[in-house]
């Protein structure tokens, strides 16, 4: 059907939508991240039904589908269940120049793995199962960030 | 319960830069596919679209092709996921007895746009958005898991590159036909270790639709050739945030298969499905869902193209059009899929026909790293 463009000029309008939003962080994730920024502390939530220990915390369980009031301090130490080393650069959705290391990080204490920035660690030491640790940043303002990276634990195996 | 056939398709060329607008696209499609049923816009009583207002850079995108669509004076409503889960809709619509006749159609433009910045919105943005997630590194995680859960290498994901891009070269809708080696999609350029530029499915234009019909007027519009019977469908949806699931389990899908084969009776799916067209968005995936699908045991999807099982020759071929890794064409790959099954069942598919096809099997999924799922039998 595209034989028309032999005829004619084919024209290209470019265009940006750029709209404002401001999303409200609600009950479980607010109290999750004044926690972090107010203490420097990473909490989860658990499942008073099943047990199940989720971070970031949820609303509710997946499994049993109840309120989480119960809440838990993780020590901030884990396990890479996985884990990529990023070569693109997409400036408008990534938060540092690449290469830009991600994990999944199974956190102690949580049934639930993480996703991170993985920092302090060259790409040719990562391993799966490998143990890491949180380091918080400086100035936490509340958000995911207030996480700067998971490094590897020192010590290695503790 | 009364049956459902799907009595014509059509799809585009699939491409990078179409010029054609998604009016223009949609228009195409469905008076092709009405031509290919024999019938007229005027027995079509409702249309289902499929499409992503984010992808299209409008809201309520559907209602932008609602014209060209053929909805004009009619119904129409949308799906925002795979074409196959429009397709469900549309079945359904049928099935209420409020309709007869639907058209199933999807839209897709990739390079209107930027695939990153559009997948990463998909994320939570008081979560993961803000860490730069997209579909390509969010798939990483999820290969390297299932290779560390199965002890799978970059070589066997590597092996469906090779065999889908080889596939498509019978397939002159296809974008990316290609004879490849394992070498090269080791050494395409890295995009998210130990994802390469070859494992990754490419930005896509295109545009797909089926016409649905009830029993009563498929037997009235249609000749026995044309018409292919909507057996049987199952669907379901994993968590949303990848750290609540274990990435490298499929259980959405086996949730999906099983009941998508116990409607169409389906008990031994390797020896009852002829040919199967899977969500390789990519390489990896393939393998993955191989398993979910219940082809061969969680793990030995690797083992199961190894052999050939999947090839064109193959006892079950998987992706002989190339698949989502020769053309993906986000939203349309899943309805496509299904039109390329209805070609295989009417013996129309040209030099991709695989020999006797009966029953067929289209799967769609949505959602990063295949949160959800969607499972068609399609057959004569």
Redesign the interface.
Known sequence: ??D??DQVE?MVHH?K?SVP?S?T??ST?SKWYVLMRDRGEIWANRCPACGKV?V?P?IKC?DCYKDMADWVKLPGTGTL????????S?P????QEPP?I?G?VKMDGAD??????LGEVE?EQLM??MRVEAVMSDQREA???DIKHFRPLAGGEA | MERVAIIGVAQTKYEQNKPDTFAELIYDVVSRALEDAGISIKEVDNVVSVSSDFWDGRTISSMAISDASGAFGKDITTVEGDGTFGALYGMMRILSGSFGCTVVCAHHKGSESNMRGITNTAFDPLVERRLGLDAINSAALQARRYMDKWGVWEEQFAAVSVKNHGNALRNPLAMLPMQISVDDVMASRKLADPLKLLDCSPVTDGACALILAAERHAKKWTTNKKRVWMKGVGHCSDAFRLGDRDLADTRALKQAAKKAYAMAGIADPVKQIDVAEVYDAFSYMELMWLEGLGFCEDGMGAEFVERGHADFEGKLPVNPSGGRLSAHPVQVAGLAAMAECVLQLRGEAGERQVDGAETALAHGINGMCGQSHCVWILGK
Do not use: D
């Open positions: 059907m595209s028309w463009k084919v265009g939508i939003y999303w962080v609600g994730l989720y970031p949820k997946n269940e996985s884990y990529t080393v990023v070569h693109y997409e408008s959705i990534q938060p830009i991600y999944l639930t793995a993480m996703v991170h920035l790409p799966v199962g958000n995911i960030f």
